[in-house]
Nanobody, 115 residues
Framework: QVLLVESGGGAVHAGGSQRLSCAAS????????MAWYRQAPGHQRELVAA???????NYAASVKCRFTISRDNAKNTVYLQMNNLKPEDTAVYYC?????????WGQGTQVTVSS
């Protein structure tokens, strides 16, 4: 069982920054594929960024060069640093972990970017 808890969401003006954190309760955190997804009302949930155990990362085209995903295996935590935020980044952001072909999800944290 993998439990994920997000934090760091909130409201910010366009051009601002936020850092999301996802704390994982798992003894095998270092072996997990970790990712951030987001979903806005009326929109499909989309992959924002992913990081594998080796540190290799992948980003959605819409956030590449603005967002950075990282992980601290010693703290069982994955981060999403979001810079130069845009109103279209407004969504509920979900932490995701994949282990043995099973997806685990956090409760989500709201990020609201005002123009």
């Amino acid at each position: 069982q993998v439990l994920l808890v997000e934090s760091g969401g909130g409201a910010v003006h366009a051009g601002g920054s936020q850092r999301l954190s996802c704390a994982a309760s798992s003894s095998i955190f270092s072996d997990l594929f970790m990712a951030w997804y987001r979903q806005a009302p009326g929109h499909q949930r989309e992959l924002v960024a992913a990081i594998v155990s080796t540190g290799l990362t992948n980003y959605a085209a819409s956030v590449k060069c603005r967002f950075t995903i990282s992980r601290d295996n010693a703290k069982n935590t994955v981060y999403l640093q979001m810079n130069n935020l845009k109103p279209e980044d407004t969504a509920v952001y979900y932490c995701n972990a994949k282990w043995r072909a099973t997806d685990y999800w956090g409760q989500g944290t709201q990020v609201t970017v005002s123009s």
